[in-house]
């Protein structure tokens, strides 16, 4: 088993520029999130799937894009790319739990650099 | 709003000393979770241990144990005879299901440097 793998794994990109992170996992795991790590602020959840074709916001949404059109992938768009984007994007997915009560398995993360 | 924090920002140790890092949580709801999550240098994070918030037990796995402390909101984690292997960053991470909505937070990390 693959568990979950991001593509790319790093990517420059001008400001004004679109791109689509892919994250898939063989896991069958309902939820799938995205975070965006930063120095000195930890991991913010940008957003999230509890299932294929829904998604709901997290802690810090905007300027995002999301989509779960099949339960194994979970996609996150930037339309158009802000140098603030520049951080390293992290992909997780989970099975269901109450109060959010079951482990995330993480991605190998995706370096984005915005000039 | 939730928080988690964790004030240690980075902690040096020397191999086989023991180490403790300390992890503080603010929530309003009543049922929720705590967990420790692992970062080498490799970069993906590694699920350690999940703590609901009715089931204050210590636990204990190998060389690691955790405390959770209702009374002071705290869930530290302690590495007991640390090994070159146990650097990197710990995550805390709190998680809690609000309006329907899951709340997930983590906190800013404490980077561990174990020293031959």
């Known amino acids: 088993n693959a568990g979950v793998t991001q593509t790319p794994k790093f990517r420059v990109l001008k400001t004004g520029q679109s791109m689509t992170l892919l994250c898939a996992q063989d896991m069958n795991h309902e939820y799938m999130y995205w975070y965006r790590q930063d120095p000195g602020m930890g991991l913010r959840l940008i957003h999230y799937s509890v299932g294929e074709g829904t998604t709901a916001k997290g802690e810090v949404p905007d300027g995002y894009n999301v989509s779960r059109l099949k339960k194994q992938n979970f996609l996150l768009g930037l339309e158009s790319a802000a140098p603030s984007q520049t951080s390293v994007y992290f992909c997780a997915s989970s099975y269901p739990g109450g109060s959010g009560s079951n482990e995330q398995f993480f991605g190998p993360g995706t370096r984005l650099t915005v000039l | 709003a939730q928080k988690v924090t964790q004030a240690q920002t980075e902690i040096s140790v020397v191999e086989k000393e023991d180490v403790t890092l300390d992890c503080v949580y603010e929530?309003?709801?009543?049922?929720?979770?705590l967990f420790w999550y692992k970062q080498p240098p490799s970069g993906e994070l590694v699920f350690l241990i999940r703590?609901?918030?009715?089931?204050?037990q210590n636990e204990i796995s190998g060389r690691y144990s955790w405390n959770f402390q209702k009374s002071t909101s705290s869930f530290n984690f302690t590495i007991t005879a640390s090994q070159v292997v146990d650097s990197a960053v710990y995550f805390c991470a709190l998680s809690s299901l609000s309006g329907g909505y899951q709340k997930v937070t983590f906190g800013t990390g404490t980077k561990l440097q174990v020293i031959p």
């Open positions: 703590r609901n918030s009715f089931d204050e």
């Open positions: 929530t309003r709801d009543t049922t929720y979770y």
